[in-house]
Nanobody, 125 residues
Framework: QVHLVESGGGSVQTGGSLRLSCVVSTIAYTRRCMGWFRQAPGKEREGVASIRSDGTTSYADSVKGRFTISKDYAKNRLDLQMNSLKPEDSAMFYC???????????????????WGQGTQVTVSS
């Protein structure tokens, strides 16, 4: 069983930056499709970004140009660099792993079978 542990959330002002990290217990999952999702109160969980085993990435339109997803294989870690944060980015952010290669880039939560507990991001205006 794979364990995913997120960290790096916090409170920032509009325009600020945060870097989320997700440590993966099993290196094999680091090399598979991984992604970041978020869920704000009263809203459905939405896909933010994903990264395929070949390094190809995909982003939600709302975060393109501001967020960057990456993997650190040496540390078994998935990162999400978030810049130019907006109040509408406030949400619980979740790390996920295990989507099939051919589904990875559509960032659909139902494709991922392994989830972390989440880390809270709050952006104030």
């Amino acid at each position: 069983q794979v364990h995913l542990v997120e960290s790096g959330g916090g409170s920032v002002q509009t325009g600020g930056s945060l870097r989320l990290s997700c440590v993966v217990s099993t290196i094999a999952y680091t090399r598979r499709c991984m992604g970041w999702f978020r869920q704000a109160p009263g809203k459905e969980r939405e896909g933010v970004a994903s990264i395929r085993s070949d390094g190809t990435t995909s982003y939600a339109d709302s975060v393109k140009g501001r967020f960057t997803i990456s993997k650190d294989y040496a540390k078994n870690r998935l990162d999400l660099q978030m810049n130019s944060l907006k109040p509408e980015d406030s949400a619980m952010f979740y790390c996920a792993a295990g989507a099939p290669w051919h589904d990875c880039l559509r960032i659909n939560e139902f494709d991922f079978g392994n989830w972390g507990q989440g880390t809270q991001v709050t952006v104030s205006s």
